[in-house]
């Protein structure tokens, strides 16, 4: 009876998976784990620690609906097994990272949910050391450090890829900001339109990647906080070349000018072998209504490629603020600010192990 009871066990676990084909649909389960030990300086004190590295896990898959129409859908968590995880923003609790679910087919793709926008996305691929104390999110996108007001998710959103016309994509989201207090509406006070908006243009041509974004938050740190960026991407034989630049304004704070500022970034790979040599150099100008409120960020480091999945990387990172800027590195580690209000440079050195599933 026992044996018969297991074999019947077996049978209905087999059956579930062998169902949902039947019905057209499939589910994959993904991952990226990115540990990092991290050994750096704020310009006050320097330390030793483990970081997580955005590492995640998380849930796709698709339904086939006929006539070239699909269901699609992600849900994607943060996995926080350092002591670091920010609680407060909602790191390691359930779907808190890209989760939607939607249609695609011939016009494309509609989803909703929660998502990074398009302007965020479209210069994704000019970063070689993402998710690392060299980020270029430690500056690109960032007022100051952990205020990434242009590197941020829209909840409550629509997101729009098209097709790909001859190289040509387009993407488009809108966010809803509401205003969180159950009545199913968004705040209109100061009659003021909290929603948000972010497109990108993106143009491949063989080893030539060109694009185009543009955000609106209309309520976000301050009434006018947009964004505008251009970059593009080069490689030839081993070698990779990227850029971007971008003019951010993160609005009217009661300044005498908006907090608008340029960046400019620029990044080379070069592969030999197994290994990929990688440097990146960040500029940002001075804020309009603040004097001597630059940066620049400089990274350089080596990845050797265990396998296609696998790989080892090793870097050394730079944040130099001048006296009015606090950059440090968007990981987690904030730059010292001393009896002057002035935040020191923060420098580091880490080793990150990648694993993709």
Known sequence: MQKKLLALAIAGAMAAPLAAQAQGSNVTIYGSLKPSIDFV????????????NNSLIGFKGSEDLGNGLKAIFQLESQ??????????AGDGQWVRRDSWVGLSGGFGSVVIGNMF??????????????????????????????ADEFNTRFR??????????????????????????????????????????????????GPMTLTAAYEDQADSVGEGTKAFKIGAGYKFGNTTLAALYAKENFGDVGLDDDLEHDVFFASIKHAIGKIDLAASYTWADEFDAIEDSGAQAFAVGATYNLSKRTSIMALYALV??????????DSGYDPFVDADGEADDVSGFSVRLRHNF
Do not use: C, M
């Not at 398009?118 to 270029?136: H, L, V």
């Open 156 to 205: 409550n959103a629509v997101h729009y890829t098209s097709p790909n016309w001859g190289g040509f994509s387009l993407q488009a989201t809108y966010g809803l900001r509401g205003d969180g207090d159950g009545d199913g509406f968004e705040d209109d006070s100061d009659d003021v339109e909290d929603d948000s908006f972010s497109v990108s243009g993106t143009y491949v041509w």
């Open 79 to 88: 996995l926080d097994f350092d002591e670091r995880g920010d609680t407060d």
């Open 41 to 52: 300086d704020n310009g006050d004190e320097s330390g030793v620690s483990v970081q997580s």
């Open 320 to 329: 130099k603020n001048d006296d009015a800027s606090f950059y440090g590195f």
């Open 117 to 146: 926008p398009a302007y965020k996305r479209s210069t994704d691929f000019a970063d070689p050391f993402a998710d690392s104390i060299g980020d270029y999110n430690n500056i690109v996108g960032s007022l100051a450090n952990g």
